[in-house]
Structures are given as structure tokens and as C-alpha cells.
């Protein structure tokens, strides 16, 4: 550890454990995205505690916290109802039985009832397990091999899917050709030729691949909004061009609202833009914090699980904890009236943020639906993956997260992650949040 924090002291105690756990644990975290090379550099927070929409380190430290867990802590941390629900499951049922629990069907019901695409619904743990599922199932029902996917998303980590999340420019291919970039070594060989890479917000690339090799195409993969690249909204029509286009050819959309689902809205992004697709996955925003993740659908296509054509299996899926913290989030998140708070809360801070750029003469764009957003350091718009890459501004992104951080506000420092408001995150919130703001901008205009 070469670097250190221009405020190193008031970090000493995140800095000594991470040392400690650098000799006991690769890269000293226990997910890449905590890593030093993913922006935690010279060292990641160390937590102590969490409480609605605060954070506290190990040094002390207290954050209004907009990282958030990197999304499922929809609720805030520690909801009441859903920790106490849990802590009473546990203590009066136990965790994990491998046989099915009634609680299971009235959790469907409510998802299927708030979720547009869902006529049935499987349980699994991860949205990577979840996604994996998706496309297995889209392959199974169409006879078909090749996976349509975006660059510069993320839909986990499994050997299928884990191409092409960011790219080096140099060995991508061409923009309107990419090519299947595997996220480093250890990737099967071969696996590239069942995948098609194509640029986000292009209806016309998207259609010309579609029409010329759909009878090859099993399904669309795709984020609603893409998340993992910041936060890139779809351009007008483009979700509508996608849905009319997959149908006409018998290719499968497939929705990955592991970020997205019971967040944009309670039906999801589906809902928020009233665009169905065949198969959906989530995760993040189910449970309330706590691991549970869904693969669901119509009825027809989910018939090959339901005969077991399709194999879907997994020894924690649906135990006590997960299934009972998401009936408690989602009876959260139905109450009336929750997601016109969350928005106007939400757009207050987006809003603000953009004046306090403009005032600050500092270009960028600050972009994003509701609960989730990201500032761009850029004076080009950013319509998908080789637009970040080319024209966002890493090095400003830094000084802005750094700074923002010694006001004690908390989010991911990489460009490429969001910004998460949870329904916990206030007013005063959002009044602190653009005070740190302000000074920041200052801070980085008379650097």
C-alpha cells in the first residue's frame, strides 16, 4: 500500500485491519468490488455499525450512507419490521429445512401480484444463481444457443455471462462489432461463440443482428436501466423497440432487475416503463438486506422447471431468513405512498446535485431514475458503455468521492457504480448531503 488518504488519520483504523486481513484474505476483502482495484484505493472503510441511512466505521466515522451495501439496503440499515420478523423466525421455526414452508406461496403471490412478467416465480440465493437460471431456461425453451448481452453490463459472475463488462477499448472490437471480452483468465475457451456483444441504446444495430440471426438466438439479455456502467437510462422507445423486436423473431427478453426490481417502482423497471419481458431475475431489492434472490416468468416457459426438464437446485433456497425477511420487505414496500416519498426525496438530491455542479461550472451529468443515479464527470452525454469510457472523468470522480467522504457522506468510489437512496434517507439527509456538496464543488473548482 504505496497511497494513502489525503486525510490518512482520520482512516488509521480501517488502514491497520486491512492490513491485518491482507495476510489472511486475497486482496484482503471478500468481493472484488471492495477491492483496491475497484476504486477502495489505498484501502476500504471497515465497518462498525449501521442505523437507517447511516454508517459508522471503525475509526469513528459517521456517513450518510448512499453505498448502501451496493443496493440492498432498500429499507435503510437494520429495518425494524424485517429484523424483528427474522430474529422471531429464527428463534420459533430455525433457518434451513430443504423441504418447502407455506410462507413460500403467499411470497410468491405477492411477488407475482406486484411484478408484471411473473405467472410463476422460482427462489434461489443470488442474482448471479438467478441470471444463470434465466438463461439456461431461455436455451432449454427456445432450442436455441446464442445470448444477446450489452457491453459494459454486469449480470454476474458465472462463466456464461462474464464477458464483456469493461472492456479495454484496444481489444473490444469496433463499435458497432464488439467482441466477447471474457473478464479475465480462467473463463472456459468457446464460450465466447454462444455470445452476441452489442452496444446499449442501439435499436438499429439491436434489430439488423436480430433479423439476421435469430433463428440462432435463444434470448436478450439486458438490464432495464444499465447500472453497472454508473447509471445509463434507456433512450426513448428503445425498451418498446427491444420488446417488439425479441417477439417478432421468438427471441426470449430477458430482464435483469437485480438492482432495479422492487426499487424503480414495486413492480420494478417493468413496471416503471410498462414493458414486459418473458423471463425477469432479482435480488437486491427483495429481501430487505438480507441474501434471497428470484427467477420468474410465464407460465409456459417455466414449465420446464416445473416438470423438471430444467433443473433448478439449491439447499438454502427459500430458507427461513430469506423468505421471511422478503414477506417483511415487501409488506414495507406496498404501504401507500412509499415510492412518491422515495422519489421526491430522491429527485431532491439528483435535482440539487445538478445545480450544485452548474454553480460550480463543473461539467457534468447527473443521471438516473429515482433511487438510483450517478454523477458523471463530463460534458459528453453517456448513451452506453464506450461513451463512459472514453469521456467520463475518473480522476474528478475521485477528488468528488474523497471529498465527499471527509464530509462524512459515503458512497462507491468507482464511476462505474451508483448512487442508492434508500426510503430511510430524510430530508436533513439530503440538506447535508448538498452542503458537502457545495463545499466539494468549491474545492475541486479552485484546486
Not at 125 to 146: H, I, P, Q, W
Not at 190 to 200: A, F, N, R, T, Y
Not at 285 to 305: E, H, N, S, T, Y
Request: hydrophobic share 45%.
Amino acid at each position: 500500500m504505496g497511497a494513502i488518504y489525503q486525510n490518512a488519520a482520520r482512516y488509521a483504523k480501517s488502514r491497520a485491519l486491512f492490513a491485518a486481513a491482507r495476510e489472511v484474505i486475497p486482496s484482503g476483502v471478500n468481493s472484488t468490488a471492495r477491492a483496491t482495484w475497484s476504486g477502495w484505493d489505498p484501502h476500504p472503510l471497515f465497518v462498525e455499525g449501521g442505523d437507517g441511512s447511516h454508517l459508522r466505521d471503525v475509526d469513528g466515522n459517521d456517513y450518510i450512507d448512499y453505498l448502501l451495501g451496493l443496493g440492498p439496503m432498500i429499507l435503510g440499515h437494520r429495518p425494524p419490521k424485517v429484523t424483528d420478523a427474522v430474529v422471531k423466525a429464527i428463534r420459533e421455526q430455525g433457518t434451513v429445512f430443504a423441504l418447502p414452508a407455506a410462507a413460500e406461496i403467499g411470497l410468491t403471490r405477492s411477488m407475482i401480484a406486484a411484478v408484471p412478467s411473473l405467472e410463476q416465480v422460482r427462489l434461489c440465493n443470488t442474482g448471479t444463481e438467478a441470471v444463470l437460471y434465466a438463461v439456461r431456461l431461455a436455451r432449454a425453451f427456445t432450442g436455441r444457443n446464442k445470448i444477446i448481452r450489452f457491453e459494459g453490463m454486469y449480470h454476474g459472475f458465472s462463466d456464461g455471462v462474464y464477458w464483456s463488462k469493461h472492456p479495454g477499448l484496444n481489444v473490444a472490437g469496433s463499435d458497432r462489432a464488439p467482441v466477447a471480452v471474457p473478464q479475465g483468465p480462467g473463463l472456459p475457451s468457446g464460450i465466447d461463440s454462444s455470445l452476441i456483444i452489442l452496444p446499449w441504446n442501439d435499436t438499429a444495430l439491436l434489430r439488423e443482428v436480430i433479423e439476421r440471426q435469430g433463428h440462432e438466438i435463444a434470448a436478450v439479455l439486458t438490464e432495464p436501466v444499465m447500472c453497472n456502467t454508473g447509471c445509463i437510462l434507456p433512450e426513448p422507445g428503445y425498451l418498446e423497440a427491444m420488446r417488439e423486436i425479441t417477439r417478432k423473431h421468438g427471441v426470449l427478453l430477458i430482464f435483469d432487475e437485480v438492482i432495479t426490481g422492487f426499487r424503480l417502482a414495486l413492480g420494478g423497471a417493468q413496471a416503471h416503463y410498462g414493458v414486459t419481458p418473458d423471463l425477469s431475475t432479482f435480488a437486491k431489492g427483495l429481501g430487505g438486506g438480507f441474501p434471497v434472490a428470484a427467477m420468474g416468468g410465464r407460465k409456459d416457459i417455466m414449465a420446464l422447471v416445473a416438470d423438471g426438464t430444467v433443473s433448478m437446485a439449491g439447499t438454502y433456497a427459500a430458507n427461513v431468513i430469506a423468505v421471511t425477511a422478503a414477506i417483511a420487505a415487501l409488506q414495507e414496500l406496498s404501504a401507500p405512498g412509499m415510492f412518491e416519498r422515495l422519489y421526491k426525496v430522491s429527485d431532491r438530491l439528483r435535482l440539487g446535485l445538478e445545480r450544485v455542479f452548474d454553480e460550480a461550472r463543473i461539467a457534468t451529468r447527473v443521471v438516473g431514475v429515482g433511487p438510483v443515479f450517478q454523477v458523471w464527470f463530463s460534458d459528453h452525454d453517456i448513451r452506453n458503455y464506450r461513451d463512459a469510457a472514453r469521456h467520463a472523468n475518473h480522476e474528478l470522480f475521485r477528488l468528488w468521492w474523497e471529498g465527499m467522504l471527509d464530509r462524512g457522506v459515503l458512497f462507491h468510489p468507482g464511476a462505474y457504480e451508483n448512487l442508492f437512496v434508500s426510503f430511510a434517507h430524510s430530508d436533513d439527509d439530503v440538506d447535508r448531503t448538498l452542503a458537502a456538496a457545495r463545499e466539494t464543488a468549491r474545492a475541486i473548482r479552485n484546486r
